[in-house]
Nanobody, 120 residues
């Protein structure tokens, strides 16, 4: 059993920054890849960034150059630092984790989501 809890969402102006945090608890021994997805109204949920326990990262094209994903294994926490935010970044951001026996895209552990709104 793994629980993921996100925090850090909110309202920010275009060009601003936010840092999202996701804390994992429970049977965290089984987790390998963790990441962030987002879902805007009327759109499919999409991958924003992912990171392995070893620190290897994968960012979507929209995130590259603006977002950074990091991980503190000692704190069981994954961060998404978002810079130069745009209105199109507005979405609910979900923390995701994959078990060690799963491929990253098969991760079925989800947080409750945190709203990010970018608006002037």
């Amino acid at each position: 059993q793994v629980q993921l809890v996100e925090s850090g969402g909110g309202l920010v102006q275009p060009g601003g920054s936010l840092r999202l945090s996701c804390v994992a608890s429970g049977s965290i021994f089984s987790i390998n890849v963790m990441g962030w997805y987002r879902q805007a109204p009327g759109k499919q949920r999409e991958l924003v960034a992912a990171i392995t326990s070893g620190g290897i990262t994968n960012l979507s094209d929209s995130a590259k150059g603006r977002f950074t994903i990091s991980r503190d294994n000692a704190k069981n926490t994954v961060y998404l630092h978002m810079n130069s935010l745009k209105p199109e970044d507005t979405a609910v951001y979900y923390c995701n984790a994959a078990h060690r026996w799963q491929r990253p895209w098969e991760g079925d552990l989800w947080g409750q989501g945190t709203q990010v709104t970018v608006s002037s």
